[in-house]
């Protein structure tokens, strides 16, 4: 029943109709067509990025000058795109931020964007304090290693815990908006907080 529901997903179908490695895509591409979000040259790290849909996406905005750092649990042991490197690693071990940094350019990065989920229960008193957990470190990742004047674009469910979370990158960013892209499944509480411009 679950897989016939995935195939008649319009945007799962557009992926596989465009050779994108999924969806979640259309999650960057939404944002990138509003706001511009990525610019050539950027270096860019993507949280949960596997399969590889926004890495490839975002390996073709940032252009062959601009690095994607790809970071995910699951091996992405193929190649994305040239400008993109693969770190196999969970946001939560202790040595991330490290990896990541040896990984950029510079040692910062102009964006970050976070697709982090949890393996999901279906009961939301769990789902949602599981989720709260992986935006903490996508904002501890961000927090060392995003530059001044650079942006954060970050999947957070719906929940009351959301709104201290959007007021808290406020105090660290000059513009924060809440966004949620077309391609989010109907049902999904998921929301995006899109900030710019870190002080």
């Known amino acids: 029943m679950l897989r016939k ?4 997903d319009p945007y799962t179908t557009l992926a596989k109709r465009l050779g994108m490695l999924s969806r979640a895509a259309f999650k960057l591409q939404y944002v990138q067509k509003r706001y511009g979000f990525l610019k050539p040259g950027d270096s860019v790290i993507i949280l ?4 590889g849909g926004m890495a490839q996406l975002a390996a073709r905005y940032v252009g062959p000058h601009g690095l994607v750092v790809a970071v995910d649990v699951k091996p992405q042991d193929f190649k994305i795109a040239d400008n993109v490197i693969s770190i196999t690693a969970d946001v939560f ?10 990984a950029l350019k510079s040692g910062q990065a102009d964006k970050l964007v976070s697709d982090l989920s949890p393996s999901l229960t279906g009961f939301r008193e769990v789902d949602v304090p599981r989720q709260l957990e992986l935006v903490e470190a996508a904002l501890k990742i961000a927090g060392e290693l995003v530059r001044k004047g650079g942006g954060v674009y970050l999947k957070i469910f719906e929940s009351p815990e959301a709104k201290s979370i959007e007021d808290s990158l406020r105090s660290s960013f000059q513009k924060v908006k809440r966004i949620v892209p077309m391609a989010t499944r109907k049902h999904s509480s998921e929301i995006f907080l899109l900030a710019l411009e870190k002080r």
């Not at 529901?5 to 008649?8: A, E, F, G, T, Y």
């Not at 071990?93 to 040896?102: A, C, G, Q, S, Y």
């Open 48 to 51: 949960g990025s596997a399969p």
């Open 93 to 102: 071990d202790p040595d991330i931020t490290e990896r990541i940094r040896k």
């Open 5 to 8: 529901q995935l195939s008649r």
